[in-house]
């Protein structure tokens, strides 16, 4: 599968933004997604994940509550809709997929797929 993500951008303190992730291949269904962000100098941290079929979403505890992680299979797409968005959530931000759901929720580096990362910059 190839992952492409899009949607970042400069917003406020407690505005909202919405990336999207397009993926190639006909089996997107058969993949859990997953979203990440990473700072400069600092490690790749998981943000968010969901399942096959859409209906079971996990999120990182720094962003629970205000982001949502959703997905059409039959567009092949997945979102991140980021509301409240705060200065430290300014990261570039990856999609990714894999066949397996601890890869993703567990941040592992055996990942099979990443898309190219969007920035995401909240100003205060």
């Known amino acids: 599968v190839q992952l492409q993500a899009y949607g970042g951008g400069l917003v406020q303190a407690g505005g909202s933004l919405r990336l999207s992730c397009a993926a190639s291949?006909?089996?997107?269904?058969?993949?859990?997604m997953g979203w990440f962000r990473q700072v400069p100098g600092k490690e790749r941290e998981f943000v968010a994940a969901?399942?096959?079929?859409?209906?079971?979403?996990h999120y990182a505890n720094s962003v629970k509550g205000r982001f949502t992680i959703s997905r059409d299979n039959a567009e092949n797409m997945v979102y991140l809709q980021m509301n409240s968005l705060k200065p430290e959530d300014t990261a570039v931000y990856y999609c990714?997929?894999?066949?397996?759901?601890?890869?993703?929720?567990?941040?592992?580096?055996?990942?099979?797929?990443w898309g190219q990362g969007t920035q995401v910059t909240v100003s205060s």
């Open positions: 990714a997929a894999d066949p397996n759901w601890a890869r993703i929720v567990f941040n592992l580096k055996t990942i099979g797929a």
């Open positions: 291949g006909r089996t997107f269904s058969s993949y859990v």
């Open positions: 969901i399942n096959w079929s859409g209906d079971s979403p």
